[in-house]
């Protein structure tokens, strides 16, 4: 099964837009695994018991296991995903952008070490940096187009003079995504729920590719606003929310309070579809 049926298959049995971001910071964990790095697993297994029917993707960050050395909890976790929660696909949020060498190790360190279902990449290098990730059939690959950071407006937001129509580079962005880079219809991309109205730009271009939507959450973004402008019949989102979930409480009823923190904003999102 590839990714995309993985995501509507989870989708429609979960009921749920929602995506769990897995960003585990041990200065942040509940009594008990505060300031300790070696409970990370711990921590990301409990929140993923406790959710698993309640989404439709996981977002483990490498970033926040990499920084304290826990590259093997992350694969301890991707195994505790499969067996437990086989049906949700993972993502791997990685935002890789190199060289197309380099781009096949860390293609096979997500595909293959990991195990990941996608992962996320920066289209700045151009396809030839993203191609080797492509060579993995059935997998996802999510393109960073129009980010929830300030800071996007750098790049994603100025004219490309050279380019028929002088499209926005994000735009210009969705345009390869969705035509000549999709080849074998394994790219989605990165939208952030901050900019509902490039959101709804973004599925204007490319009606039919899943979208990735951070911002949800404690980056403030509107999930009505959100839902409206992305949905649509045969173009599928995945609404990522991290940060409002997994530290929902403090004490020893974190995963119970993170299940309820994601059963809100699933229901949230399932009440958008009908606004």
Known sequence: M?????LRGATAQ???LLCVGLDPEPARLPAGMQGDPRKIYDFCAAIVDATADLVCAFKPQIAYFAAHGAEDQLERLM????ANAPQVPV???AKRGDIGSTAEQYAKEAFERYGADA???????????????????????????RTSNPGGDDLQTQRLASVEGEPLMYEHV????????NKNGQLGLVVGATYPQEIE???AIAPTLPLLIPGVGAQGGDATA????GLRNDGPIIVNSSRAILYASKGADFAAAARTAAQHTRAVLEASRSR
Request: glycine share 8%.
């Open 119 to 145: 992962v996320t990449l920066s289209p700045f290098m151009g396809f030839d940096s993203i191609e080797p990730y492509l060579a993995y059939h059935g997998k996802g690959a999510f393109l960073l187009c």
């Open 79 to 82: 195994q505790h995903m499969r």
């Open 2 to 6: 590839n990714f995309t049926d993985m």
């Open 201 to 203: 730009r973004v599925r």
């Open 174 to 181: 969705a345009r390869l995504a969705q035509g000549p880079w």
């Open 226 to 229: 959100t839902v409206r402008a």
């Open 91 to 93: 993502i791997l949020d």
């Open 14 to 16: 979960n009921n749920s």
